[in-house]
Every structure is written in structure tokens, then in C-alpha cells.
């Protein structure tokens, strides 16, 4: 067992001693909110980087018309893992490990409520996650019917189709138990005066976020679960000779993957709705209406699953309730970019890395939000399903949305997290260097995407050479400019000798910045008294 | 030992979950080796289930030597409440995927299959001599002629079980508030066993199902949701009578107080729970 004292002196400044010792005891067997989220970051940030590898070489085949490097089998096995590794690998692990850091920090809890548990939410990661790259090297290969994994085209793989499925098991037993966690410690560990109310705007999103885990995981895991007797145990559930449907999957799948993205998305809305205000010094706007919006969009994504399946054929009535309701998403989303846009109004802003990744994710994701009601409109989805036009559209907000709210997060928090200040130059290049390749990568796939260009294919025609250049260039610039992200967190974390204070930020407000930097092992040893002048958004309640 | 902070507790470190992580991958690779028909794999599942049982063995042992030992405090008990509650919406979510393929199938894919709905051409081109109908094996007729499961025998019947278990656990857990530990053991003993009876008329439905009436998982859609319907279901009250016998001897060593005894309930949420999708299962699967 690990070795520490029964009992924690009520001072924040010497409970770094109870850490436990060895390497095992504090990474393996940990029950600590922070080890657990730095493990969930790190692990997170790895699967980016094979991920954006798997994205490099997809970028490499399409630089020119015409099979260049790799056979078409092996293009999507790249595609699918892409698609599943950046989803299950690293945006969601990113945000899980996020909320592990902050949520104890911002509502005045020790730790998570089900510590151990909260362990083991993070250690099936792993396990899934080599369970399903190494499918691809399985005889046969990796899956290649795409992440969404349809019949009967996904049940036509060899060997992998039981160990995907079996690893999407996996990693969804993983997230409703991080899910559960985390409903458990903001419903359970807030501080006295922590009212529901005034709960930081990230805690927010993440409780809403983890309703919708909860809700959906389980019917991913029917899902694939059905997948799997039908390929081995001679059920019909998507065979129409047996009176099932494969349209009955992508309704199944689609009750999951809706909310999904939404669970990739609202954590991301509670980082910017945190960030704007530090670094326009002004209490966030509209703060209520805030709360409503993410809830609002929460119960909006259960209603609008069909809009990812409008040409696969669904009665009139059908099309219309998913178009209008798909549209609705927008009024709640509107709200909130015109209240990260008023918070800004008359604010005294500064620019430090953090904020550039906000505004540019408030610009970029509501492209991606524009497109997206294109997409929305039944006639004109029937000519944009399956194009590069609907790829990019997804990238905008996944990639300028959330993982660019992840990464304003990380530059925001680091300081908290390791006492050091990061290099705001390099931080700076990072970003520009970012937010320019990211458009030149994902923008002309808008117009390769309306003149037609198919997804999932190798090869095109040679009307399309150009853009597509354009957009394998932008693809590479990205890529490599997350090795600057990488050499200012390692910077950071271990070289840098800028200590960082406690507030950090000149505006920021809130618990988490209450406690020293680096935040003590345990967070809050006893329950902190709080007035509503610490709290980002306490004087907005009423 | 574990760290008491102020007024927050906080448990030490444990290696159970990392067990857990062995145990769990360990199956599921098995279980995937066995599928694919590679030799070793049933050998790998069955090692990775075994490592699962001793590590929820060994995890549940240290929860409830501290709970016994009185390291936890209301807020811990609590956050124990709120897990279990979310645990079992989870649960329920898993199961309305299989009743939405079930409703799904009976309200779409089936009438469209028999020619019903605009634009739906498979009808037309591929089967036409085909008249949806429920209960149905498809227009193949995939696993051949069967009949169905009357409801009013056994159904009927592991209807009245699981709905007096669901009375007897109330009973008990009466008797563990009032403090009459002879009365609480009897009543959830009963409960235990009122669960076995059912599973065992459940496995001789099955039995009749496959022998009998030609009913099997492999029955086209209808069999396919029966079984997994009612297998699901099957294997959660397992699991519950499992939990419940457990908690029997928790309860005959006197773990729990009369308003300490949080495990008790949560096994009684849990087996409520299974009740509750047995009759959504009586209705809509046995007499609809």
C-alpha cells in the first residue's frame, strides 16, 4: 500500500509531502486527482500524435490524383483509425483529464469523489487503445468500413471485427465510469457556498457532458454488441433477409454519435467561456444564459440523430423534424458566441496564448457551426453527403473547435499545474503557425467537398489536384507545428525558471487560482470558505 | 492506511484497478482469439474472467473492511449513492438500445420489407411475395418455420416471481430498518431463491425454445431480440442473485446498522431494476 500518513495538517503549503513514493504507488495505483488527470493529458497528447500520424499519410496519398503511395485498403484502415483513435484517443481522454485537474480545483473538493474508481476509468484506456491499433497488424489488416463502423460493410473485416468491437467495449466502460465520477463530485464534493449556480461555466459543461456519457455509452456498447452477434452468432439485426435493417445501425449508432459530438464540443465551450473573461477582465456575460444554452444544447443533440443519415432514405415526415430540430441547435449556440463576443465588448484585452487559441476557436468553430447548418438542410445534404465538404466541416469544429479549446486549456492551466510560466513567444508561434496551416489545410475542402469530391477514396479526379495540394501542405504544416506545442509543454514542465504566481493570470478569478502554484498534491484539505469576489461568475447569479 | 483530511476523506492508493485492467483486457483479447478461432483464446478469456472475480473480490473486500471499520463518513456514503444510481441509468440505457431495435424492427424495417412506405423498393424488387407479419424470421425466412413463447405459462409465471421478490427484498430490508435480523435473513433468502426459480424457468423456456418450437437466436429478427432481450435480462438477474447472496452473508455477519447499510440497499436498487425491465420485457416481448 502506498505510504503516506493518516492524516493531512490543514495548510496547503507542505502537503506535498504526501505524495507516494515509488514510481508504481504514484502512477499505477494512484487515486490522486492530479496524477490521474496528468496520466489522462499525457495519454491524450500520444494518442494525438499516432493519430495525426495515420492523418499525415492520408494527407501524403491525396497530395497528388492517382494511387501514390499506399493500397486502397490500407488508405482506410488509415481513415478509420484516424477517425477512432482522435476521437476515443485524444479529444475525449483530453477533456476526461481536463475536468480530473480543474473540477476539484474550481469547486473546492479534495479529490473526486470515487477516487479508485477514477483510477481505473483511466487505466482500460490503454489496454483498449493497443487493442485497437493493433489491429492493424493483424493478417488482413485493421478495420476499414470507417469509425462508424455501418453493416454490413464493418462485418465484412477479418480478424479485427471482434477485437474493434471489443475495444469500443472497452473504452466506453472507461468513459461512463470517468462520467459517473464526475456527476458524483460536482453533485457531492462542492464547498459550502458553491452553489449550483455559481459553479465555474467549464464545471458546467462538464456535468452536462457527463449526463450525455452516461446516457449514450450504453447504447454504443448495444450497438457494437448487436455487430458482434450478428457477424458470429447468427442474429439478423441489420440483415433485411432476416427482417432486420442495416439502417436500424445508423440509427442506433447515431442516437450515440449525435450527443458524441456534443461531448466533444461542450467541454471545449466551458474552457472559452473561462478564458474570455480572464483576459477581457470582465465577468463572463451573460452567465445564466450561459448555463441554459449548454443545457439546451444537450437536449437538443438527443432529438437530431438522423442529419448524419439524410440520403440513406427516412419518411418525408422524418426529414423534416431532424432538418428544423438540427437548426434549432443553433439559436443556443448563437447565444453563446454573442456572449463570448459581448464579454470582449469594452473589455481590457491582452493577448497571451490562451486567449488567441479562444478567439480563434469562437472565429473558426462558428465556420464550422455555418457549415453545419448547411449540412442541416435536407436538399442540399442529399448533394454534400459523403463529400469532402461534410470532412471539413467536421474538422472545423473538431479541430479549430475542440481541440483548439483543449489547447487554449493546456497554455491557460499549465502554469497552475507546474508552477512554471511557458514561453509566450513560442506559445505565440504555436499558434499562429496553427491557426494559419489549420485553414489552409481544412478551407479548400469546402470547395473540393460542393464540386464533389468523394470521402474515403484514395484517389480523385484531376480536376481537383489543386486544392487538394493546397490542402496536404496545410496538413504537414499542422502536423509539424504540434511539435512546437510539445517542446513548450516539455519547455515548461521541465526547463522553464519563470515560477509562475498564484493567480497567474492579471484577471483571472476563481478557486483553482486561490491555491498555489503548483497546486498542492491534494487540492483542498479542508472545505475552503468562499465569497462570491473569488468566483469568476458569483455576482452574476441574481 | 487510508488519508482522513479535515472533514474530506480521501482513500489511498489501490492495485485493484490495474488487476481490473489485466482481468478485463484479458477477456475481451480472449473472447476475440476465441471468435476468430485462434487456439489458446477460451484458455486467455477464462484467465482474464478469473482475474476479474478476484479483483472485484478483492476490491469490494477492502471497501467494505474500511466501511466496517468506520473510515467512511455521510459525504463518502452519498457519493457510494450517486455512483449506484448512474450506474443502473447506464444500465437502463444499455437495455433501451435492444428495445429500440425491437421497436425499430416491429414498426419499420418489418412493414417496409412487406411493401408499406413510399419509395421503399425492396419490397418490390427483391421480395415481393413477402406480407409483413409479427412475429416474423424475414423474407428468407432465416432459421427456419418457428412458433413463439405463450405468454400466459412460464412468462406468466416468472412474472409473478420476480414480482414477489421485488415484495420479499422490500420485506427485508423493513426488517434491517426495525432491526429483526432473523426475519431479514428469511425474507432475503427468499428473495435469493425467488430469483433462482425464475433463472431456472428461464433456462427450460430456453430449452423448450430451442427444442420444441424452433425458436432460436438464430430466428431472424424475432429470435434475435427474444434472445438478447431476454438473455440480457437473464444475465443481469444472475449477476443481481449473485449480489444478493453476497450481501446475505454481509447481512448474517452483521456489516450493517439500521441506518448504515448502504450495500443493502444498493442491491435492493439493483434487483428493482431488473424487475422493472422484466415486466418492459412480459409486454412488449412476450404479449405484444
Request: aromatic share 16%; with cysteine; charged share 10%.
Amino acid at each position: 500500500m502506498a505510504a503516506v500518513n493518516p492524516a493531512i495538517p490543514d495548510t496547503h503549503s507542505d502537503a506535498h509531502e504526501h505524495k507516494p513514493h515509488g514510481f508504481l504507488q504514484r502512477w499505477l495505483f494512484t487515486t490522486n486527482h492530479k496524477d490521474i488527470g496528468t496520466l489522462y493529458l499525457v495519454f491524450s497528447l500520444t494518442a494525438f500524435f499516432i493519430g495525426g500520424t495515420f492523418a499525415m499519410l492520408i494527407r501524403a496519398e491525396l497530395f497528388q490524383p492517382g494511387l501514390q503511395l499506399m493500397q486502397p485498403e490500407f488508405f482506410n484502415q488509415l481513415t478509420t483509425m484516424h477517425g477512432l483513435i482522435m476521437i476515443f484517443g485524444a479529444i475525449m481522454p483530453a477533456f476526461v483529464g481536463l475536468a480530473n485537474w480543474m473540477i476539484p480545483m474550481m469547486i473546492g473538493a479534495p479529490d473526486m469523489a470515487l477516487p479508485r474508481m477514477n483510477n481505473w476509468s483511466f487505466w482500460i484506456l490503454p489496454f483498449a487503445f493497443l487493442l485497437l491499433v493493433m489491429e492493424v497488424f493483424l493478417p488482413g489488416g485493421g478495420p476499414q468500413g470507417g469509425w462508424t463502423m455501418y453493416p454490413p460493410l464493418a462485418l465484412e473485416g477479418g480478424a479485427n471485427v471482434a477485437f474493434m468491437i471489443f475495444a469500443v467495449h472497452l473504452m466506453g466502460i472507461s468513459s461512463i465510469m470517468g462520467a459517473i465520477n464526475i456527476i458524483a463530485t460536482i453533485l457531492n464534493m462542492r464547498a459550502p457556498g458553491m452553489d449550483l449556480l455559481k459553479m465555474p461555466v467549464f464545471v458546467w459543461s462538464w456535468l452536462i457532458t457527463a449526463f450525455l456519457l452516461i446516457m449514450v455509452m450504453p447504447v454504443l456498447a448495444g450497438a457494437v454488441t448487436m455487430l458482434l452477434t450478428d457477424k458470429f452468432f447468427g442474429t439478423s439485426f441489420f440483415n433485411a433477409a432476416g427482417g432486420g435493417d442495416p439502417v436500424m445501425f445508423q440509427h442506433i449508432f447515431w442516437f450515440f454519435g449525435h450527443p458524441e459530438v456534443y461531448i466533444m464540443i461542450l467541454p471545449a465551450f466551458g474552457i472559452i467561456s473561462e478564458i474570455v473573461p480572464t483576459f477581457s477582465r470582465k465577468p463572463l456575460f451573460g452567465y445564466q444564459a450561459m448555463v441554459y444554452s449548454l443545457a439546451s444544447i444537450a437536449f437538443l443533440s438527443c432529438i437530431v440523430w438522423a442529419h448524419h443519415m439524410f440520403a440513406v432514405g427516412m419518411p418525408l415526415g422524418g426529414e423534416l423534424f431532424f432538418m428544423y430540430g438540427t437548426m434549432l441547435i443553433g439559436i443556443p449556440t448563437g447565444v453563446k458566441v454573442f456572449n463570448w463576443v459581448s464579454t470582449m465588448w469594452k473589455g481590457s484585452i491582452t493577448f497571451e496564448t490562451p486567449m488567441l487559441f479562444a478567439i480563434a476557436f469562437v472565429v473558426l468553430f462558428t465556420i464550422g457551426g455555418f457549415s453545419g447548418v448547411m449540412c442541416a438542410i435536407v436538399p442540399a445534404d442529399f448533394q454534400y453527403q459523403d463529400t469532402y465538404f461534410v470532412v471539413s466541416h467536421f474538422h472545423y469544429v473538431l479541430v479549430s473547435g475542440a481541440l483548439f479549446g483543449i489547447m487554449a486549456a493546456v497554455y491557460y492551466w499549465l502554469p497552475k499545474w507546474s508552477g512554471n510560466m511557458y514561453s509566450e513567444k513560442w506559445g505565440k508561434i504555436h499558434f499562429w503557425s496553427s491557426v494559419i496551416s489549420v485553414n489552409v489545410l481544412f478551407f479548400p475542402q469546402h470547395f473540393v467537398g460542393l464540386a464533389g469530391m468523394p470521402r474515403r477514396i484514395p484517389d480523385y479526379n484531376v480536376a481537383f489536384a489543386d486544392f487538394n495540394m493546397m490542402s496536404s501542405i496545410g496538413g504537414f504544416w499542422f502536423g509539424a507545428s504540434q511539435f512546437i506545442f510539445l517542446g513548450v509543454i516539455l519547455h515548461c514542465v521541465y526547463r522553464s525558471r519563470q515560477r509562475a504566481t498564484a493567480q497567474v493570470w492579471e484577471g483571472a478569478r476563481g478557486l483553482e487560482w486561490t491555491l498555489p502554484s503548483p497546486a498542492p498534491y491534494h487540492s483542498f484539505s479542508t472545505p475552503p470558505v468562499i465569497t462570491d469576489d473569488m468566483l469568476a461568475h458569483g455576482d452574476v447569479a441574481h | 492506511m487510508a488519508q482522513t483530511s479535515g472533514a474530506y476523506y480521501v482513500p489511498h492508493g489501490s492495485h485493484w484497478p490495474i488487476v481490473g485492467s489485466f482481468g478485463l483486457s484479458g477477456t475481451v483479447v480472449g473472447a476475440g482469439m476465441w471468435l476468430n478461432e485462434t487456439a489458446g483464446g477460451k484458455g486467455i478469456m477464462l484467465v482474464g474472467i478469473g482475474l476479474l472475480i478476484v479483483m472485484i473480490a478483492g476490491w469490494f473486500g477492502s471497501v467494505i473492511r474500511e466501511s466496517v471499520s468506520g473510515l467512511y463518513n455521510r459525504q463518502v456514503d452519498v457519493s457510494f449513492r450517486m455512483g449506484m444510481m448512474w450506474f443502473i441509468f447506464s444500465e437502463v440505457m444499455f437495455f433501451a438500445a435492444f428495445f429500440g431495435a425491437l421497436f425499430y424492427a416491429r414498426t419499420f424495417s418489418v412493414p417496409w420489407l412487406g411493401g408499406e412506405g413510399h419509395g421503399a423498393m425492396t419490397n418490390f424488387y427483391l421480395w415481393s411475395q413477402y406480407s409483413a407479419a409479427w412475429p416474423t424470421n424475414g423474407p428468407q425466412d432465416v432459421g427456419g418455420a418457428f412458433s413463439t413463447m405463450s405468454p400466459w405459462g412460464i412468462p406468466l409465471l416468472n412474472t409473478l416471481l420476480l414480482l414477489s421478490s421485488g415484495v420479499t427484498i422490500t420485506i427485508a430490508h423493513h426488517a434491517l430498518r426495525a432491526g429483526h435480523r432473523g426475519r431479514l435473513l428469511v425474507f432475503l433468502a427468499l428473495t435469493v431463491l425467488l430469483g433462482v426459480v425464475f433463472l431456472g424457468f428461464q433456462a427450460h423456456e430456453y430449452a423448450e425454445a430451442y427444442e420444441h418450437l424452433n425458436l432460436t437466436l438464430g430466428s431472424g429478427i424475432y429470435g434475435s431480440t427474444f434472445f438478447m432481450l431476454t438473455g440480457f435480462h437473464g444475465l443481469h438477474v444472475t449477476l443481481g442473485a449473485i449480489i444478493l447472496a453476497v450481501i446475505w452473508f454481509r447481512c448474517a455477519k452483521g456489516h450493517f446498522t439500521r441506518d448504515n447499510h448502504f450495500g443493502f440497499e444498493a442491491a435492493a436498487w439493483y434487483w428493482h431494476f431488473v424487475d422493472v425491465v422484466w415486466v418492459c420485457l412480459f409486454v412488449f416481448v412476450y404479449i405484444l
